[in-house]
């Protein structure tokens, strides 16, 4: 079957029907002659496909005359999204759907043998199957035993009876090998030949008639191979090995049950089938196939392919890289200098292995990472970033991201996948380094220079799915056409024939398999051992299940054991490797489940860290706009976690960039308009203020911090529509960006908050509170207010961040813990603070980071900052019940007041220094809790939610 590939998030919705009847008139045509596709209307079920105007379309291929190389018609359009030439003519008269057209025009080629066709809606959502063939030529040839293309095995000895039939009367003559074996010299309209097979054989036969007119037909006939049964030697394991005692041998071993046999094809035997070189079975798990190869060369490149019984052949699964017959030629010498030629007469892609290499030098071989918890990771996507778009250009940048003072740089994927220009997540060969981006000793470099700078490397990785480029994928489907791709058959061991998620793409895993488990262990394993990364962000981990369907969201949106269990799993395999590497899901799923990752092994040191998506409320108040303005959710307790594992971003590669809405719909009023470029530089700095200070980890996408404004949906015309989103964007270092005074200042700011992020160990509290757009306190909305504090600190322990995201000056309460001296962070000025809620004036867009004062205090401030304190842990409240923090509350009371200053409660406390749990079944809305004592008075404000 002609194979579809989805884009990422294109879901398709399949209705397959019988076999339709057509006609094509003339019966019998050439390839530059015009023909008449026609279709009974009643073979297309209007109602149920929902097409309106009868708007049915053909979606159609060629083959070459040996029914190969299969190409898509031009004019298809896309698979959501037909093309108006392609839509079929309706005649209401004759209920007939009809469409005219010249082969060789049509397909934009010649040497056309057969075309293939199916009927389709204009999205793709329904369409007719199984395809349709139809022979082009004036003379058609039909194989009828063997199949045209086929693979039939003989034993040595044994006839196969060879018949074929033709439309007019020829001569026929049978070729083996390319030596004629059989031929007839009475023109007939059949053929009738029994063949005593005698070795493999390619087989051809010819057709000619009177006018010397020909066509070919060609099929293989193969003895089988008596496979021998070994154990397979204890350094070999799936994929390729060196011999850490022998430089002249290579062990490869290939899974690959449902295959009688396999012979391993290349430069080593001319890309030959040798039987020196058929693999053996695995005592243990026969369905291992093994071999090694003996004499080799040192440091000289061999090139390679597996070759199955049924003339399958496919690289390497575990190759660390992949040479592609698709994509090299598009690789540039100074991004991959002497890059190897793809080997001449070989197709799809091939593995390569050299013994002998000088492994790479690291600088750093004990890298400490980051605390998850304190991580500012910048998101990136090399293609995008630099002007050049390889690893040298990214090394020569590394100043730029260490000013930045993040200390982690996640890649979107680098892993080998379709195209030298992509997201990455179309990932083939999980396995492999694309070549796209450099060699791998230049990404070693890279990684070794981040960590020589305290930068951790994170990869973003797609176990979701793979392409059908994967040899996981090409080894077992259905191709009735011969290219070598085609739907995942039902005996695939990797994939699941039907996906069992609705976020499907591609080829769906299924990862209850141990195959596919065995291949996920064994690339995690690759990318931490061999390149010293530091971790994976998971990409949508919502498939990892086979309790759903591809049709049901609200299933796969739900909690599913098997999900939980499955990424334990697979969290545990990571740390046995690498036991303190990160591990990120981009599940963005229910609490419920994301709690059974984030709390995970929690004891130990462990956990999941889940992605925690806040880029609406974040972009509504750097817009102005207050409607759906809440980010509180950025507090990792809200999501039920016991640590601070909620990776906050208001930005990510999958989001609208920030810079772009506020540019193209941020709030104006009167001479304050946030789509003046300036000032939306300005309230990014903002952003920067109410996002770096939250406790927790933190994720950035590249260039946010030069204020990029390019939609993600951004064409390379500068037009912006939904089908360019993974194009590729302008780099801001091209266009000047960070020589820009307005947007450098925004990456200054950032860089500045980031440092006193990591400054202060405060920030590092589980203890504190996000505040934003809270219209009980504050009824214009977009005023947030952070509290983080840390009572066990000596120095600073409590810090306050106030923001006005409103479009006018305001006079903010900022609530403080405690009067006394409080510094302002950014520029280090000190206020001596009497009144814990006299207003601070804050102009539209602009923000405050206060600490308090560490230094020498006033003598008539005796003190206070450290005598007197409290703090409400959890806030906003849960469950009804407040833990309220106090120290150095002699005498103590607290007291409860509502908003408009009604007394609540009020309780006697025992104690100068404790915690007390309030029972606060008060009404949602905002409170004030009182601490009085004999030293003075402390306030801080309530939420219940």
């Known amino acids: 079957m002609k194979k579809f590939y989805s884009t990422v998030l294109l879901f398709l919705t399949i209705l397959a029907f019988g076999q339709i009847t057509y006609t094509v008139t003339p019966a019998a045509f050439d390839e530059t002659d015009q023909i008449t596709l026609s279709i009974p209307g009643n073979q297309i079920d209007e109602t149920a496909w929902s097409v309106s105007n009868n708007a049915v379309y053909l979606w159609s291929w060629s083959l070459d005359t040996n029914y190969q190389n299969s190409q898509d018609c031009p004019t298809n359009g896309a698979w959501n999204n037909s093309n108006d030439l392609n839509k079929l003519n309706y005649n209401s008269a004759t209920d007939t759907y009809s469409l005219t057209f010249t082969p060789s025009v049509f397909f934009n080629r010649t040497g056309i043998g057969r075309f293939g066709f199916l009927l389709k809606d204009k999205t793709g959502s329904h369409q007719t199957s199984p395809d349709i063939f139809v022979n082009v030529g004036i003379l058609n040839l039909n194989l009828t035993n063997p199949a045209a293309n086929s693979l039939t095995t003989v034993p040595v000895g044994n006839s196969v009876n060879i018949t074929a039939a033709t439309n007019v009367a020829t001569t026929f003559q049978l070729k083996a090998n390319g030596t004629v074996v059989n031929s007839t010299s009475t023109p007939s309209q059949s053929y009738s030949y029994s063949y005593t097979v005698i070795q493999d054989a390619n087989m051809e036969l010819i057709a000619t008639d009177a006018n010397s007119n020909s066509k070919n037909a060609t099929f293989m006939l193969q003895i089988p191979r008596n496979v021998i049964s070994e154990a397979i030697p204890g350094w070999i394991r799936q994929g390729i090995n060196y011999d850490p005692a022998d430089q002249t041998k290579v062990g490869l071993a290939l899974y690959a049950p449902h295959k009688n046999f396999v012979h391993v094809i290349g430069s080593f035997n001319n890309w030959m089938v040798n039987d020196s070189y058929l693999m053996k079975r695995d005592t243990t798990n026969p369905d291992l196939y093994w071999i090694e190869l003996n004499g080799l060369t040192p440091q000289q490149l061999y090139t390679f392919q597996y070759r199955a019984n049924d003339l399958r052949k496919v690289a390497d699964p575990y190759s660390p890289q992949i040479l592609s017959s698709y994509d090299d030629q598009w690789i540039s010498a100074a991004t991959y200098p002497n890059l190897p030629p793809f080997p001449a007469g070989q197709n799809f892609e091939v593995s390569m292995f050299k013994t002998g290499q000088a492994p790479y030098n690291w600088q750093v071989t004990n890298f400490q990472r980051p605390a998850k918890e304190n991580l500012v990771v910048y998101e990136l996507l090399l293609r995008d970033f630099t002007q050049e778009k390889n690893w040298q250009s990214l090394i020569n940048k590394i100043t730029y991201l260490k000013n930045l003072n993040i200390n982690a740089i996640e890649l979107l994927p680098i892993m080998e996948f379709e195209g030298n220009l992509s997201w990455g997540y179309n990932t083939s060969f999980h396995y492999a380094l694309d070549k796209a981006y450099g060699t791998p000793e230049k990404f070693k470099e890279f990684v070794d220079l981040c960590h020589q700078n305290g930068i951790a490397v994170i990869l973003d990785i797609a176990f979701n799915h793979a392409t059908g480029r994967s040899p996981l994928a090409r080894l077992w489907n259905i191709d009735p056409d011969g290219d070598g791709f085609g739907d995942i058959a039902a005996n695939n061991p990797y994939f699941?024939?039907?996906?069992?998620?609705?976020?499907?793409?591609?080829?769906?895993?299924?990862?209850?398999?141990?195959?596919?488990?065995?291949?996920?262990?064994?690339?995690?394993?690759?990318?931490?051992?061999?390149?010293?990364?530091?971790?994976?962000?998971?990409?949508?981990?919502?498939?990892?299940?086979?309790?759903?369907?591809?049709?049901?969201?609200?299933?796969?949106?739900?909690?599913?054991?098997?999900?939980?269990?499955?990424?334990?799993?697979?969290?545990?395999?990571?740390?046995?490797?690498?036991?303190?590497?990160?591990?990120?899901?981009?599940?963005?799923?229910?609490?419920?489940?994301?709690?059974?990752?984030?709390?995970?092994?929690?004891?130990?040191?462990?956990?999941?860290?889940?992605?925690?998506?806040?880029?609406?409320?974040?972009?509504?108040?750097?817009?102005?706009?207050?409607?759906?303005?809440?980010?509180?959710?950025?507090?990792?307790?809200?999501?039920?976690?016991?640590?601070?594992?909620?990776?906050?971003?208001?930005?990510?590669?999958?989001?609208?960039?920030?810079?772009?809405?506020?540019?193209?719909?941020?709030?104006?009023?009167?001479?304050?308009?946030?789509?003046?470029?300036?000032?939306?530089?300005?309230?990014?700095?903002?952003?920067?203020?109410?996002?770096?200070?939250?406790?927790?980890?933190?994720?950035?996408?590249?260039?946010?911090?030069?204020?990029?404004?390019?939609?993600?949906?951004?064409?390379?015309?500068?037009?912006?529509?939904?089908?360019?989103?993974?194009?590729?964007?302008?780099?801001?270092?091209?266009?000047?960006?960070?020589?820009?005074?307005?947007?450098?200042?925004?990456?200054?700011?950032?860089?500045?908050?980031?440092?006193?992020?990591?400054?202060?160990?405060?920030?590092?509290?589980?203890?504190?509170?996000?505040?934003?757009?809270?219209?009980?306190?504050?009824?214009?909305?977009?005023?947030?207010?952070?509290?983080?504090?840390?009572?066990?600190?000596?120095?600073?322990?409590?810090?306050?961040?106030?923001?006005?995201?409103?479009?006018?000056?305001?006079?903010?309460?900022?609530?403080?813990?405690?009067?006394?001296?409080?510094?302002?962070?950014?520029?280090?000025?000190?206020?001596?603070?009497?009144?814990?809620?006299?207003?601070?004036?804050?102009?539209?867009?602009?923000?405050?980071?206060?600490?308090?004062?560490?230094?020498?205090?006033?003598?008539?401030?005796?003190?206070?900052?450290?005598?007197?304190?409290?703090?409400?842990?959890?806030?906003?409240?849960?469950?009804?019940?407040?833990?309220?923090?106090?120290?150095?509350?002699?005498?103590?009371?607290?007291?409860?007041?509502?908003?408009?200053?009604?007394?609540?409660?009020?309780?006697?406390?025992?104690?100068?220094?404790?915690?007390?749990?309030?029972?606060?079944?008060?009404?949602?809305?905002?409170?004030?809790?009182?601490?009085?004592?004999?030293t003075g008075t402390a306030i801080q404000k309530m939420i219940i939610k």
Not at 739 to 746: D, I, L, M
Not at 909 to 920: D, H, P, Q, V
């Open 496 to 934: 699941n024939q039907v996906p069992k998620h609705s976020y499907n793409v591609f080829n769906d895993f299924n990862h209850s398999s141990l195959s596919t488990q065995y291949y996920v262990e064994r690339n995690l394993q690759q990318w931490l051992t061999e390149y010293h990364i530091d971790g994976f962000r998971w990409d949508l981990t919502k498939g990892f299940t086979q309790n759903c369907s591809e049709n049901d969201e609200a299933c796969t949106n739900a909690y599913q054991q098997d999900r939980v269990d499955i990424m334990k799993n697979y969290a545990d395999k990571q740390w046995a490797i690498d036991p303190n590497s990160y591990i990120i899901f981009e599940h963005l799923g229910t609490d419920a489940e994301e709690q059974q990752w984030a709390n995970y092994r929690i004891a130990e040191g462990k956990g999941v860290m889940l992605w925690n998506k806040q880029t609406e409320p974040y972009n509504q108040n750097t817009m102005g706009y207050k409607e759906n303005s809440n980010y509180d959710r950025m507090n990792h307790s809200l999501h039920g976690f016991t640590n601070m594992h909620a990776v906050g971003y208001g930005e990510s590669h999958d989001e609208e960039r920030l810079m772009f809405k506020n540019l193209a719909y941020g709030a104006v009023n009167g001479g304050y308009n946030v789509t003046s470029l300036n000032t939306a530089l300005e309230r990014m700095k903002t952003f920067g203020a109410t996002f770096f200070t939250i406790p927790g980890p933190k994720m950035i996408w590249q260039f946010g911090e030069l204020g990029y404004e390019f939609s993600i949906n951004r064409c390379a015309d500068g037009t912006i529509n939904s089908g360019c989103r993974t194009d590729e964007k302008p780099v801001a270092f091209t266009l000047g960006y960070d020589t820009n005074a307005n947007r450098k200042a925004v990456y200054d700011t950032w860089a500045k908050i980031i440092n006193i992020r990591n400054t202060y160990p405060v920030f590092k509290s589980k203890t504190y509170t996000v505040e934003s757009n809270n219209l009980t306190n504050d009824p214009e909305g977009l005023i947030t207010r952070i509290y983080v504090y840390d009572n066990a600190i000596a120095g600073m322990k409590n810090v306050v961040v106030l923001a006005n995201y409103t479009t006018a000056a305001q006079n903010v309460v900022p609530y403080f813990p405690y009067t006394g001296q409080w510094q302002n962070l950014m520029d280090n000025s000190v206020s001596n603070i009497a009144s814990t809620t006299a207003p601070i004036t804050l102009q539209p867009g602009e923000f405050r980071i206060f600490g308090n004062y560490a230094g020498a205090l006033s003598t008539s401030d005796v003190n206070a900052a450290n005598k007197l304190s409290l703090q409400i842990a959890d806030n906003p409240v849960k469950n009804g019940v407040a833990k309220l923090i106090y120290h150095k509350a002699k005498n103590g009371e607290i007291v409860i007041f509502d908003m408009i200053g009604k007394k609540l409660d009020s309780i006697k406390l025992n104690t100068e220094n404790g915690t007390y749990e309030l029972k606060a079944n008060y009404p949602p809305g905002a409170y004030l809790v009182h601490l009085r004592s004999e």
